[in-house]
């Protein structure tokens, strides 16, 4: 129990399909991320949101949009993706965004895109 | 700008040390490690703030060379439980973390 909840863990979409990843923490932190993890790929981060407001986005494709309603929860709506976009999706909190401090990780959710 | 580690994997027997590197093209604030095991998330090994700290805990310590942008992670007297891919993240002066590329750890009986 990390303090970090992400459902679903698994989910398999088809490329016309919408659905949303959702993320909560329970710590009490001011900031949460977004990682896409690939196979044999570094971590890469997609959002960052410091007190429910976006303080970065890395250049992601906007079939991804995330969105913080509060500094608990999380979330990550998926449109017409690509079956490139298959990947585990992690969601991290931390105290605050800038000096990143320690992240906390959620288990993920293991996204296929048929 | 994501930082390189190396070796990309190794396999080591119980009770074998293991060195994993971490090296950056910038100029760093900080050095963060991380192990993930198979199928659970990454989790928080250390953070390394000044250029010559080195931090432990139990037999895993690391180090940081502020001057060479370098990291290193040593793994005493491996144990089973140690298996798992470690992840180097690192911070430059502008607050940019990246994570490192990760190494893949098997220790077996």
């Not at chain 2, 432990?56 to 940081?64: L, Q, Y």
Request: proline content about 5%; aromatic content about 10%.
């Amino acid at each position: 129990e990390t303090g970090v909840t992400q459902t679903p863990r698994h989910l398999v979409m088809g490329m016309t399909n919408k659905k949303s990843l959702k993320c909560e923490q329970h710590l009490g932190h001011n900031a949460m991320y977004w990682y896409k993890q690939s196979a044999k790929k570094p971590l890469e981060l997609m959002f960052v949101y410091s007190l429910e407001e976006r303080v970065e986005n890395n250049s992601v494709p906007s079939r991804f949009s995330p969105e913080c309603p509060n500094s608990s929860h999380l979330f990550l709506h998926l449109h017409t993706l690509q079956p490139e976009d298959s990947a585990l999706y992690l969601c991290a909190s931390s105290q605050s965004q800038g000096n990143t401090g320690e992240l906390f990780f959620g288990e993920g959710s293991r996204l296929t895109v048929l | 700008q994501q930082p390189v580690q190396s070796p990309q994997a190794v396999i080591l027997r119980e009770g074998e040390d293991a060195v994993i590197n971490c090296s950056s093209s910038k100029a760093l604030y900080s050095v963060h490690w991380y192990r993930q095991k198979h199928g659970e998330a990454p989790v928080f090994l250390m953070i390394l703030l000044k250029g010559g700290e080195q931090k432990g805990h139990d037999k895993i310590s690391a180090s940081f060379n502020e001057k060479k942008q370098q990291s290193s992670l040593y793994l005493t007297a491996s144990q089973l439980s140690y298996s798992g891919t470690y992840f180097c993240g690192t911070e430059d002066p502008g607050n940019q973390f990246y994570f490192g590329t990760g190494t893949s750890l098997t220790v077996i009986p």
